[in-house]
Structure formats: structure tokens, C-alpha cells
């Protein structure tokens, strides 16, 4: 009986086989992890978790105070129109009077 037929020899095959699998996968977890540490740096975040929630706070306050700034912004050109067309709309009942 040859080695290669030996249920013994097999069972190392299918080892070496399933090994590799778990290497390649190994190598793209490792990939994928250097890579988010790169981006993560890139960011500028902290590795102190509690450092990066209150810059998530910073950000959502000045995101709340833009959207507040942005929303008296509307009114006031809303406004803004509403005496326009008021003042249009006079200045066509005059142009209509004469």
C-alpha cells in the first residue's frame, strides 16, 4: 500500500489543505485590521474610546448648532420674500391706480 493511500496520510492532506484556508484567511484578516488602523490614524482619532465619544459630541453639538443657524436662515429669507412680494404687490396696485 502506498502513502499517499493511507487514511493517515490523507487525513494529513486534508490538514495541510485546511491550514492553508485558515492562513489566507489569517493574512486577509490581518490586512483588513492594518488597514483600519491606517484609516483610524489617518482620521486623527485617539485610540481612547472615551476621547472619541466626546469628539462625536463636539461634532453632533456643532452639527445641532448649524442646522439651528441654518433654520433662522430660512425664516428670515422667507421673510425676506414675503415683504418683497408684499412691496411687488403694491407697487402694482399703485402702477394700476394712476
Request: charged letters at 40%; glycine letters at 6%; aromatic letters at 4%.
Amino acid at each position: 500500500m502506498s502513502n499517499e493511500g493511507r487514511p493517515e496520510f490523507r487525513a494529513l492532506a486534508e490538514l495541510e489543505r485546511v491550514l492553508g484556508h485558515v492562513q489566507e484567511e489569517l493574512a486577509s484578516w490581518r490586512r483588513r485590521a492594518h488597514k483600519a488602523e491606517s484609516d483610524r490614524t489617518d482620521v486623527g482619532i485617539g485610540s481612547d474610546v472615551v476621547v472619541s465619544r466626546e469628539r462625536i459630541a463636539d461634532l453632533e453639538r456643532v452639527s445641532q448648532d448649524r442646522g439651528n443657524r441654518l433654520d433662522l436662515a430660512r425664516d428670515r429669507v422667507d421673510g425676506l420674500l414675503s415683504r418683497l412680494k408684499f412691496l411687488e404687490e403694491q407697487t402694482q396696485m399703485d402702477e394700476q391706480n394712476r
